[in-house]
């Protein structure tokens, strides 16, 4: 059952793909392996996620990997300063520009994997053209804040196409605009609400995209058939069960234990259709609906068309 990198067709196309990083998925190419350059005043947040379950066992398998770079150590000034206070006035502090760009700029010119070695942290740092910017094009850096787009399953997928991502991780009231204008090709929200850094942020990305990565889940449909993914059409995902049968007095649906495979999922697929009717009926405009999905839908008070 496991679809782990040894069971992956090995075709000449497949060959090539795995040898740039890619490969062809069953939407398209999808990343076979990922690399996240994360930066971050508090590089030990991450130590936990990163450690257990799904995103420990990608790590084992070369799925994914994590580098996590302290921005703090690419300042050169004795009290390694990273904020400052706002131009203008009011409150908080932000994120001084030259420690994240330097952090960006120095690891991105270096091959994935490389990360300042803790002894030249502050003290030895590679040489840096402060006055113009050096980051190559072709690895998306990303800043999480709220006022970037919003992370959807689609922006996951889009992702989860990159060989290697660079995540910046904002903290007191958010980085000078600097860092938006000279270095950053993509600002991405996790929701409408405001965190107190992007290390959070950071980790949500680095979950959902290690869940796209073949073989990271250790079950041949993978991600595919959650919610809002393509094996359901984008639509929530239904009810589901497991043992005891009966719990509390409700017993699971009749049909689960019917052994007919053709009525289990069409059950499941109309149980999928009900839920996002109830739950998040916006979901429905945006999705490619068969006819019968439309009249099933209309039959249980789907308003629209
Ligand atoms: N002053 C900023 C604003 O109004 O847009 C908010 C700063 S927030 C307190 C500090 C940092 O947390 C941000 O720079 C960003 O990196 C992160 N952050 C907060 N909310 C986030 C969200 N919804 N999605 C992604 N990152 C977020």
């Not at 001084?96 to 091959?111: G, M, N, Q, S």
């Not at 809002?228 to 689960?256: A, I, N």
């Amino acid at each position: 059952m496991v679809a782990d990198m040894d069971e992956l067709p090995k075709t000449g196309e497949s060959e090539k793909l795995l040898a740039t990083g890619m490969m062809d998925g069953p939407h398209g190419l999808i990343a076979s392996a990922v690399h996240f350059d994360i930066f971050t005043l508090f590089p030990q947040m991450f130590s936990g996620p990163l450690s257990e379950s799904i995103l420990k066992r990608a790590q084992e398998r070369e799925l994914c990997a994590v580098a996590l770079h302290d921005i703090r150590a690419y300042t050169t000034d004795r009290h390694h300063v990273c904020d400052d206070t706002p131009y203008g006035g009011g409150g908080g502090m932000i994120m001084k520009p030259e420690p994240i760009v330097r952090a960006v700029e120095t690891v991105l010119a270096r091959p994935a994997g490389w990360s300042l070695p803790a002894a030249d942290a502050y003290t030895n740092l590679p040489p840096w053209d402060a006055d113009s910017a050096t980051a190559k094009g072709d690895i998306p850096i990303i800043l999480l804040t709220p006022q970037g787009r919003p992370l959807s399953q689609t922006v996951v997928a889009e992702l989860s196409r990159y060989p290697r991502l660079a995540l910046i991780c904002g903290r007191y009231e958010g980085v000078d605009e600097r860092v938006r204008t000279q270095l950053v090709t993509d600002e991405i929200s996790i929701g409408d609400y405001v965190l107190s850094g992007g290390e959070l942020a950071a980790m949500v990305i680095v979950d959902a995209v290690t869940r796209l990565i073949p073989g990271a889940l250790g079950f041949e449909l993978g991600a595919e058939q959650d919610s809002h993914s393509p094996g359901l059409g984008g639509l929530l995902e239904g009810p589901q069960y497991t043992r005891p049968h009966t719990f509390r007095g409700e017993p699971t649906p009749d049909v689960l234990l019917s052994g007919h495979h053709g009525n289990v999922a069409r059950w499941r697929h109309e149980q999928a259709l009900l839920r996002t009717l109830h739950r998040r009926p916006d979901l429905l405009m945006h999705l490619p609906l068969s006819a019968k999905d439309r009249a099933f839908l209309h039959q249980h008070g789907w308003l629209a068309e």
